[in-house]
């Protein structure tokens, strides 16, 4: 169940079973050679909107840009500061909780907006507490969980790529982006094969250490196949966790 493609009182039916929500969480960035700028949007968003047809839950809108300053020497990225990152979360956050949304699971796509939305959340719960109305307040509470972290995902993604898996514009991610959009497959050769390792610094840095964008990984190896085997094992760590939130 999709917010977007929901009524208003099928969203208030929806809130008379369940207070929780499930927002997908990205960023707009390079990819490397054969990922698609919005990978880290994308893969977060496919997951979410399965488990959302599988389980009933109800899938926000993909807050689809984020920290991704050190992208910006590759053309197309997007990024946000944080503090308007933590702004725009937090009025998403506050209509959320204004309808009487008590639990929101952010699912993550990019390991840059960690810190962002660890600060969001601690936002958040400060404007409950000094909003005057103490322990009247709904009790919010958000959760944040990356995708690939997800129970069990990690293992497939070893065993599906043990070499070149690397830590940006991976073959997993590529791949859980192939399994949403097949028609972007592509057969890209990459050189060298695997890309170079080395520290996240600024934007024109980062260009230089990693010419065309990737890190450590060959996505070259990419699949439908291997993409529908981590999209169908986050699916189902996602519901059994979304679930357990809910009730908490
Ligand atoms: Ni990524």
């Not at 969480?25 to 399965?50: F, K, M, V, W, Y």
């Not at 009487?100 to 409950?128: C, D, K, P, Q």
């Not at 982006?177 to 695997?194: E, H, L």
């Not at 065309?212 to 999209?231: C, H, L, N, T, Y």
């Amino acid at each position: 169940m999709q917010l977007q493609l929901s009524t208003w009182p099928e969203v208030e039916a929806y809130l008379a079973t369940s207070k929780a929500i499930l927002i997908p969480i990205g960023s707009t960035e390079q990819h490397g050679p054969n990922g698609l700028l919005g990978t880290d949007a994308l893969c977060p968003e496919i997951i979410a909107r399965r488990a959302g047809d599988e389980a009933g839950i109800l899938i926000g809108p993909t807050f689809n840009v984020g920290q991704a300053q050190h992208h910006m020497g590759f053309a197309g990225t997007i990024t946000l500061r944080p503090s308007t990152m933590i702004a725009a979360m937090l009025d998403w956050t506050q209509s959320l909780t204004r309808h009487g949304f008590e639990r929101i699971y952010w699912l993550n796509g990019h390991g840059g907006n960690i810190a962002t939305i660890t600060a969001a959340f601690s936002e958040m719960y400060h404007g409950v507490t000094f909003s005057g109305v103490g322990h009247n307040a709904p009790p919010l509470r958000c959760s944040l969980r990356n995708w690939w972290e997800l129970p069990g995902v990690m293992d497939i993604c070893r065993q599906l790529f043990p070499v070149g898996e690397g830590s940006h514009a991976t073959p997993s991610e590529v791949s859980v982006t192939w399994a949403g959009y097949p028609q972007v497959v592509n057969s890209i050769t990459m050189t060298p094969r695997i890309a170079p390792n080395g520290p996240i610094l600024d934007a024109d840095d980062y260009r230089r250490r990693f010419p065309d964008g990737r890190i450590g990984s060959d996505p070259s190896q990419a699949s439908i196949a291997a993409g529908e085997k981590i999209v169908a094992a986050s699916v189902r760590a996602v519901i059994s966790e979304f679930k357990q939130f809910a009730a908490s």
